[in-house]
């Protein structure tokens, strides 16, 4: 059974840092992609970054690139993000998805629709 379960939320002043963790069971990270995705009050879901370890691949939306950065640890079949220069804007029910044995490359990541598997969120709060 496919599950994902993230962790590392909470509340944190504006310019501060955390670090996200999507642990998952059922699958490998080898082989499939992983996207993490937020939601804010009265908001669509949006993507937020991708990793395909099957070609090296990492994505993220403008809004965050250049502060978080995702990265995996194959051995606890983990992937992080992690979240620097946080902005209150930031602040947002935070998922990890993915959609084994179907999407191992992140073309048309940021598509919610084609995910599978959700995990049940983490609330990262960002201070002014």
């Known amino acids: 059974e496919v599950q994902l379960v993230e962790s590392g939320g909470g509340l944190v002043q504006a310019g501060g840092s955390l670090r996200l963790s999507c642990q998952a069971s059922?699958?490998?990270?080898?082989?499939?992609?992983i996207g993490w995705f937020r939601q804010a009050p009265g908001k669509e879901r949006e993507g937020v970054s991708c990793?395909?370890?099957?070609?090296?691949?990492?994505l993220y939306a403008d809004s965050v690139k250049g502060r978080f950065t995702i990265s995996s640890d194959n051995a606890k079949n983990t992937v992080y993000l992690q979240m620097n220069s946080l902005k209150p804007e930031d602040t947002a029910v935070y998922y990890c998805?993915?959609?084994?044995?179907?999407?191992?490359?992140?073309?048309?990541?940021?598509?919610?629709?084609?995910?599978?598997?959700w995990g049940q969120g983490t609330q990262v709060t960002v201070s002014s």
């Open positions: 998805a993915a959609d084994p044995p179907i999407r191992t490359v992140c073309a048309g990541w940021e598509t919610t629709a084609l995910y599978d598997y």
């Open positions: 059922g699958f490998t990270f080898d082989d499939y992609a």
């Open positions: 990793l395909s370890r099957s070609d090296g691949i990492t």
